[in-house]
């Protein structure tokens, strides 16, 4: 291997007695030769020293001060890492090149030294690159910037942080035309697309390099003695910790994935209450912890002094915890991708094993187990859905730029629409944005105060320091409840817990929070104040959050899956559900891959129809409101609607007409587009969409705990905004795009209507019920329910009244 | 509907309002005048015709009820001045013959010297042998008194078969506290709990009913 281009990393892999990877000389080979590119590797290979000793050979050609490399990477973890791993490289071979972090984690006074004099390197995240941005004089800081690195880029792409990186990419291109971008992914369906994402309209040279390095994954299902026939969310996976406890003994460390943080509470308390003597060696880790214990998570992982830690997607990403040996999944994944990357938490080293260990937490999830088995021998690996066309983060970055140093309009959109999100964007919309940042709105009003951004000189910018401090405590994407803090009443932070579930407690009662179980004693400024409690009771925070979809890939394989039941030869999750499957016979029937199931029953609820499409939570949420609209074209009605993965339900007060609407073409998929507009219209889904739009184009907050900023009286709803919006300003672009975000992310159009093709096609049995079937049962005790009505609202308020009067 | 409280008429408008026939008074709680603008002043593009709605909803009740006094039961104004208050001067001018009262709520920041300026009176509270009329509900209300208030933005959900829902805006009584819904277009709905009411009324688009 001729490595006399690279002498830094000839010396240091000389030096640490390792042969680089093909992959890695072929990056540093493209990197030396000016081009920018994705690197797909799986982790554990050296995949960040394959972008990094490039990066630094650069350097030595023409060292120039201030910053030289950004490092981006979606989670604070993983920051520390790539942080460890080059800081070691420039100690061990005495380099010059400094190295500094910046994200939510670090001091003030970190952050005042950065400023006087940056490092060489700096790792971040996309939220502290455009706080960055927001800063006087960022010009001066990035001018010698020759290098940004996405890591984790298949992560950020499908999430409005990416479209944040793309944006901030086209205004450091603009600050240096030479700059090199370089992304680092691992394998997903759309990896092409994902290069053009990430490299924009730029032009220069570019490259994909790939491995052909494959990481073994085991795959194990643990799998109940006795299979519960009528199955229901959450209850199974508790009643399996006594298989999970010998997993933990016999293995050096155990990370345990579940996929809400209440579940990661529940998870944690219930092992340390079976097997006490987990005290000390057993932690648990998700992001409403504090940073100093998350810290400590992590660093008592490193150092192999844990011997498991309850985790939830906080620990997915590429952070290398060698210690770690095995990985447990609790409940489904929801997606082949989100399998393999947590399964690699485990066996870091290059040419380990991976051992992963699925616990089901309702039977019927054990189908999953096999479905999870065969996806990822095929490799057969969702694609990431890049999101187009944010004028929500558009408006954001807008007004970030305006905060700093000011903007002119036709420079901007010049270099915006170079990016993947926007290039579509045309002058008229762009100049909808800025009306919307200087005037509030397209509505030109005579008499008006409105004050944001203000245009002198041409330049766009923020005058106001109250507006400016505002929006910078306001930067990012990821829009979550107002959360307040929770501290102890003698000093010391331990997290922060969503103000709805506080505010449901009174001082006096108790709570689990961090594995502990504490006591309210008051709430004030958006701070409670607590104490240990020796009590055993208490509540447990539920967080939104277990709402994933299912993905296409996985919910493609449970129906092959389904299939193999009562073939000869068939996987051990099949055959274990047996007594199931037998009893969803006898009560009903177990639809073969040619057959689509309808199930009718009457309750005192009132009349449902279930559907059995198996095509993930969101297709079903998707195809349910387009089937209640055309049945409620036969007469109007009003339907409660639930879905889980497998199917939904459509529920009413009337009697549903479901074979005439099969009559009518229930299923027709050659217009569509019509009846998913109107469905979409009538539905609450595009009113929830813009919760998250609202927000992050700054008309909603929730106040900002532990900040002294008065907010009281500018708080409101993103529904009382919807609803104006809706009367006042129809064509206002961030409702729109609410729309938009249902059509493409709620709906998955695409997959819906491929859905109703095969539905089409198949044989469709419909089974009157006297009992629930075990199909059925999970859907019915879902408690998220979607609404859907055509009738006249008065309508509706006379039949409750009149059937109140009646009782 | 007309009902009675501690021996004195009422009418619940379905325009979410009380109306007290024998002193023609009319009573109205939480409009939030000027909050568009004064979210638009804070670079916050709540469009400010939405707010016109209240002003078309005070003129026609007005003119429907002609009472003779208005209390208004606090958060009139939704914050400090603004460019909405001559809005409002324009419907005080119309209505000279209308004695106007503010009872003044937590949002209620502009200076009282701006409402004596065009007669409408400010007071924390207004008290009679029977009434005590207040913004937000008060502690020790007087044996045999009844606090009529608003602030609380009270809403019911009405459930039905196909467990389907709906929430409305309500007049809440609870033993000695009548809560008014609140009147204005650009504010939301706090869910109550029905049991613990002694009295329910539904608002409902053409009428009010008891629940």
Redesign the interface.
């Known amino acids: 291997m001729d490595l006399s281009k690279h002498p830094i990393a000839e010396q240091w892999f000389k030096q640490s007695d390792w042969q680089p990877y093909d992959f890695q000389v072929n990056t540093w080979d493209a990197i030396g030769k000016g081009y920018s590119g994705l690197l797909n590797a799986p982790t554990g290979f050296g995949k960040t020293y394959a972008i990094w000793f490039g990066v630094l050979q650069q350097y030595y050609k023409k060292q120039k001060p201030g910053i030289h490399c950004l490092w981006i990477t979606p989670l604070r973890a993983l920051s520390k890492e790539i942080y460890m791993a080059t800081e070691r490289v420039s100690d061990g071979l005495g380099l010059s090149y400094t190295i500094g972090l910046r994200s939510g984690d670090t001091s003030l006074k970190e952050r005042t030294q950065q400023k006087k004099k940056m490092p060489n390197g700096l790792i971040t995240t996309p939220e502290s690159v455009h706080l960055l941005l927001a800063a006087k004089g960022y010009n001066d800081t990035f001018k010698n910037l020759q290098f940004v690195i996405i890591d984790e880029w298949h992560e950020l792409m499908g999430t409005k942080r990416g479209v944040q990186i793309e944006l901030a990419l086209s205004r450091l291109k603009a600050i240096n035309p030479e700059l090199k971008i370089w992304g680092i992914s691992a394998t997903i369906g759309n990896l092409e697309e994902a290069e053009e994402v990430l490299l924009g309209g730029y032009g220069g040279k570019r490259t994909m390099i790939r491995t052909n390095l494959k990481k073994r994954i085991e795959i194990e299902t643990i799998i109940p003695e006795v299979i519960e026939k009528y199955p229901w969310g959450g209850h199974l996976g508790i009643k399996l910790m006594e298989e999970v406890l010998p997993i933990i003994h016999k293995s050096n460390s155990t990370l345990l994935f579940t996929n809400t943080r209440s579940q990661c509470e529940i998870w944690y308390q219930r092992l340390l209450e079976r097997e006490p003597d987990l005290a000390g060696a057993m932690a648990l880790h998700h992001s409403a912890l504090s940073d100093e214990t998350r810290l400590w998570v992590e660093n008592a992982l490193h150092e192999g002094i844990l011997k498991a830690v309850v985790c939830t997607s906080s620990l997915d990403l590429g952070v290398d915890f060698r210690p770690v040996d095995t990985v447990i999944q609790i409940g489904s994944p929801k997606g082949v991708a989100r399998f393999m990357q947590r399964a690699g938490r485990s066996g870091h080293q290059p040419g380990a094993i991976s051992k992963i260990y699925f616990l089901p937490t309702h039977s019927l999830e054990i189908i999953e187990g096999s479905a999870l088995r065969h996806a990822v021998t095929h490799s057969e690996i969702e694609q990431r859905v890049p999101y187009i066309r944010s004028f929500d983060v558009l408006i954001q970055y807008l007004v970030t730029l305006a905060v700093s140093d000011g903007f002119r309009a036709n420079e901007t959109y010049e270099e915006v629409i170079k990016t993947h999100c926007f290039n579509s964007v045309t002058r008229e919309e762009f100049n909808w944005c800025l009306l919307f940042i200087t005037d509030g709105g397209s509505m030109l009003e005579a008499y008006d105060e409105f004050h944001k951004v203000v245009i002198e000189n041409g330049l766009y910018v923020v005058t106001s320091k109250r507006v400016a401090m505002r929006h910078r405590l306001g930067i990012g994407t990821i829009v979550s409840d107002a959360m307040i803090q929770v501290t102890y009443v003698g000093g010391g932070r331990i997290g922060s817990i969503e103000e709805w579930f506080i505010s449901r407690l009174s001082p006096g009662d108790s709570f689990w929070f961090t594995g502990k179980n504490l006591e309210l004693i008051r709430i004030k400024d958006m701070t409670a104040y607590v104490k240990r409690s020796a009590g055993n009771k208490g509540a447990f925070p539920s967080w939104q959050g277990g709402r994933m979809p299912l993905s296409s890939q996985l919910s493609s394989t449970i129906r092959m899956k389904l299939d193999e039941y009562g073939k000869k030869k068939t996987d051990i999750e099949i055959s274990s559900l047996s007594q199931l499957f037998e009893e969803q016979k006898m009560r009903s029937h177990l639809p073969h891959n040619d057959e689509l199931l309808i199930e009718k029953i009457k309750t005192r609820d009132g009349y449902h129809v279930f559907f059995y499409p198996f095509e993930g939570r969101n297709v079903h949420e998707g195809m349910a409101s387009l089937f209640a609209y055309r049945i409620s074209q036969i007469k109007p009605m009003t339907f409660s609607i639930a879905m889980n993965d497998y199917g939904f339900e459509l529920l009413s007060d009337q009697e549903i007409p479901v074979e005439e609407a099969l009559g009518n073409a229930l299923f027709d998929s050659s217009n569509i587009s019509a009846d998913i507009y109107a469905s979409v219209n009538i539905s609450e889904m595009a009113k929830r969409k813009f919760r998250d739009i609202a927000t992050i184009a700054g008309l909603v907050f929730n106040g900002y705990p532990g900040k002294a900023v008065k907010t009281r009286h500018v708080q409101a709803n993103s529904q009382l905004f919807f609803g104006v919006f809706t009367d006042f300003d129809p064509n206002n672009l961030l409702l729109q795009q609410a729309y938009d975000e249902v059509m493409t992310f709620q709906m998955e159009q695409v997959r819906m209507m491929q859905a109703l093709q095969r539905m089409e096609t198949q044989h469709v049995i419909i089974k009157d019920l006297e009992k629930f079937s075990p199909f059925c049962f999970p859907i019915l005790t879902e408690r998220f329910r979607e609404k859907f009505t055509n009738e006249k609202f008065e309508d509706r308020v006379k039949k409750m009244l009149e059937q109140l009067d009646r009782a | 509907m007309t009902i009675d409280i501690s021996g004195v008429a009422f009418t619940l408008l379905f325009q979410k309002a009380l109306y007290k026939p024998d002193e023609e008074l009319l009573i109205i709680a939480d409009v939030h005048l000027g909050k568009a603008?004064?979210?638009?002043?804070?670079?916050?593009?709540?469009?400010?015709?939405?707010q016109q709605g209240d002003y078309d909803n005070l003129r026609s009740l007005f003119d429907l009820v002609q009472p003779k006094k208005v209390y208004f039961l606090g958060d009139l104004f939704?914050?400090s001045l603004?460019?909405d208050w001559h809005n409002f001067c324009d419907l005080v001018a119309a209505y000279k013959h209308i004695q106007f009262t503010l009872v003044r709520g937590n949002?209620d920041l502009i200076n009282g010297s701006k409402f004596h300026d065009i007669c409408v009176a400010v007071v924390d509270t207004i008290e009679d042998e029977l009434f005590i009329y207040s913004h937000e509900p008060l502690n020790n209300v007087a044996a045999g008194k009844v606090n009529v208030v608003g602030h609380i933005h009270p809403g019911v959900v009405?459930?039905?078969?196909?467990?389907?829902s709906?929430k409305?805006p309500c007049f809440y009584m609870q033993e000695q506290l009548m809560i008014l819904p609140a009147f204005g277009v650009?504010t939301?709905l706090y869910s109550m709990d029905q049991n613990k009411a002694s009295h329910v009324y539904l608002v409902?688009?053409d009428s009010v009913?008891r629940?």
């Not at chain 2, 603008?37 to 939405?50: D, E, V």
């Not at chain 2, 009405?158 to 389907?164: C, E, I, K, T, V």
């Open positions: 603008s004064h979210f638009r002043k804070n670079g916050i593009s709540l469009p400010s015709s939405a939704h914050s603004n460019d949002h009405l459930s039905g078969m196909g467990r389907q709906v409305l650009l939301g409902l688009s009913r629940l």
